[in-house]
T-cell receptor, first 116, second 115 residues
Framework: AQKVTQAQTEISVVEKEDVTLDCVYE???????LFWYKQPPSGELVFLIR??????QNEISGRYSWNFQKSTSSFNFTITASQVVDSAVYFC?????????????FGPGTRLSVLP | DAGVTQSPTHLIKTRGQHVTLRCSPI?????VSWYQQVLGQGPQFIFQ???????GRGNFPDRFSARQFPNYSSELNVNALLLGDSALYLC??????????????FGPGTRLTVT
């Protein structure tokens, strides 16, 4: 069975600090996909990144970076020089693929508050 | 291009009633999924449809049903509403496919309140 754990329920940082959001996943499949989504106060989930299990290369996009480590089943997300607009709930998600079917399993989310 | 649209935005129903929620995917997307998000939790998978066929079902009772139409829009139906069905119902669309899982794009959701 698939499972996603985000141990940090809430994090508060001061603007310009770096912050890392942890994500640990469980799956029995060798082929799977990992995602991060942002849910701002407006409520709409915003896609941030998709990574498949065969690509362990870390990725950087502006102030965002992701560290994927299969050895520890982790897919952590770092925001560099945080800004107030980064305040949101962040979800890590896992999906396996089975003949057109896809079941996204979301973690419980981490609420990030960036204080001015 | 228009994103995923959902209707209605908000809905208030009484226990025992029935509700229908609607979703239009992004143009060109053939896969639609439905999620339930209870306040303070992550979204829980309900159904996925691809090319009008059910491809996945989460751990929800038979009171929940869905369908996808030829234009790829979708409806989620919930019968015999319970107080515990109060939640944000999210629709997501993706290109879908057999050999890969693609990112899902979410609509703004329908906030259902059952009294």
């Amino acid at each position: 069975a698939q499972k996603v754990t985000q141990a940090q329920t809430e994090i508060s940082v001061v603007e310009k600090e770096d912050v890392t959001l942890d994500c640990v996943y469980e799956t029995r499949d060798t082929t799977y996909y990992l995602f991060w989504y942002k849910q701002p106060p407006s409520g709409e989930l915003v896609f941030l990144i998709r990574r498949n299990s065969f690509d362990e290369q870390n990725e950087i996009s502006g102030r965002y970076s992701w560290n994927f480590q299969k050895s520890t089943s982790s897919f952590n997300f770092t925001i560099t020089a945080s800004q107030v607009v980064d305040s949101a709930v962040y979800f890590c998600a896992l999906s396996e693929s089975d003949n057109y079917g896809q079941n996204f399993v979301f973690g419980p989310g981490t609420r990030l508050s960036v204080l001015p | 291009d228009a994103g995923v649209t959902q209707s209605p935005t908000h809905l208030i129903k009484t226990r025992g009633q029935h509700v229908t929620l609607r979703c239009s995917p992004i143009s060109g997307h053939k896969s639609v999924s439905w999620y339930q998000q209870v306040l303070g939790q992550g979204p829980q998978f309900i159904f996925q449809y691809y090319e009008k066929e059910e491809r996945g079902r989460g751990n929800f009772p038979d009171r929940f049903s869905a369908r996808q139409f030829p234009n790829y829009s979708s409806e989620l139906n919930v019968n015999a509403l319970l107080l515990g069905d109060s939640a944000l119902y999210l629709c997501a669309s993706s290109t879908g496919g057999r050999s890969a899982v693609y990112e899902q794009y979410f609509g703004p959701g329908t906030r259902l309140t059952v009294t």
